[in-house]
């Protein structure tokens, strides 16, 4: 609690009493001279009264509403005009942190989102997943199965399935693996409308690679896992991940939480990379919770400013060296 005190002196003493009167004086009622400066003083408090009232309201007031939009803008800032410096200190260096925090893990996601991706373009052959596609689709055609064309009709491709089958080459004489090394992006484009066809899958390769792209390719591992280079590797086939098995559409019965290296590999990195944005995404929260609780706090502080306050007058008169003098004693704590 600090206590400042001003002290008004006022000398209402007219200008020729107080230069010559002396409290010593033999001649002087002491009585007089009090009454006479009570009297005088009486309409001076009374004049400055309002301007006294005016000063005692300008000083009281912290207004609650502007901590709140300050400390709402930036944490502290509310605090700072109510005069509560530690707290401002505080909440302004927690803004900082959860900011600077933000930056950091952002920049880690990046980083190992980056080296993901560039993972995948590596151990994930798209063709591969195309050649798939392509295969399984050349097997219902050359069973007649009439599901294909009439949906590539409905589609806008008139010529039916064989138009995109003329547009790809002949897989005799190639490996399951080696099939659609060749395939361009038109292909890509109408073996696109396969994916949905018979097959049990309920996504669509983007052909481009987004975020969706690599999001995909892992974690619908029996539409896509055909795609990892490893996979004939690890099990000894292409399509262990695929869900029908032969021409007859035997049912796979493989076990697909089986993860190969290169997918368990990407998994890891993936994991990596979603834990520093999810720490990134809890630093923009309590960079929100940190506004809120700072706003809220900076109309407390402010009501506690203003209700600490106290004011006290004091009036009366007193001997200053030889002469008699009326004073006003403003006392401000806070």
Do not use: C
């Not at 003493?13 to 009297?39: C, K, R, T, V, Y």
């Not at 060749?182 to 899958?201: C, M």
Request: no cysteine; hydrophobic share 40%; proline share 3%.
């Amino acid at each position: 609690m600090r206590n400042l005190v001003y002290v008004l002196i006022l000398f209402v003493l007219n200008a020729g009493f107080a230069q010559d009167q002396q409290f010593s004086d033999e001649n002087a009622n002491p009585d007089q001279l009090i009454a006479f400066n009570q009297a005088r003083f009486d309409l001076l408090l009374k004049a400055s009264e309002e301007d006294s009232l005016m000063t005692r309201e300008t000083m009281e007031k912290k207004s609650g509403f502007k901590a709140v939009m300050f400390s709402a803008l930036f944490p502290g800032a509310g605090q700072f005009y109510t005069e509560n410096y530690i707290r401002a200190a505080i909440y302004a260096g927690l803004e900082i942190a959860f900011w600077g925090a933000y930056a950091v893990y952002t920049k880690k996601g990046d980083d190992v989102d980056a080296q993901m991706r560039s993972y995948a373009d590596e151990h994930w052959i798209e063709n591969k997943y195309w050649s798939y596609l392509y295969q399984t689709g050349l097997v219902y055609v050359q069973n007649n199965d009439p599901s294909w064309e009439s949906i590539f009709n409905e589609l806008g491709y008139n010529e039916g399935v064989e138009y995109v089958i003329n547009r790809l080459p002949d897989p005799s004489g190639g490996s399951d693996i080696e099939v659609l090394e060749f395939i361009g992006d038109y292909d890509k484009k109408a073996l696109k409308f396969l994916e949905p066809l018979n097959l049990g899958f309920t996504h669509s390769l983007p052909l481009t690679k987004t975020q969706q792209y690599y999001e995909m390719i892992y974690k619908y591992i029996v539409q896509f896992g055909v795609g990892w280079d490893d996979v004939y590797a690890t099990f000894g086939d292409p399509f262990y991940y695929s869900p029908v098995r032969d021409i007859e559409g035997e049912p796979n019965t493989n076990d697909i939480s089986l993860l190969t290296p290169h997918i368990m590999h990407y998994r890891d990195l993936r994991n990596e990379s979603n834990d520093h944005y999810a720490v990134a995404t809890t630093m923009v929260n309590l960079v929100l919770l940190n506004h809120l609780v700072s706003a809220i706090d900076a109309a407390f502080s402010a009501k506690a400013y203003n209700k600490n306050l106290d004011y006290s007058f004091s009036f009366g008169a007193k001997r200053s060296g030889d002469k008699i003098v009326n004073t006003l004693n403003l006392s401000l704590s806070f």
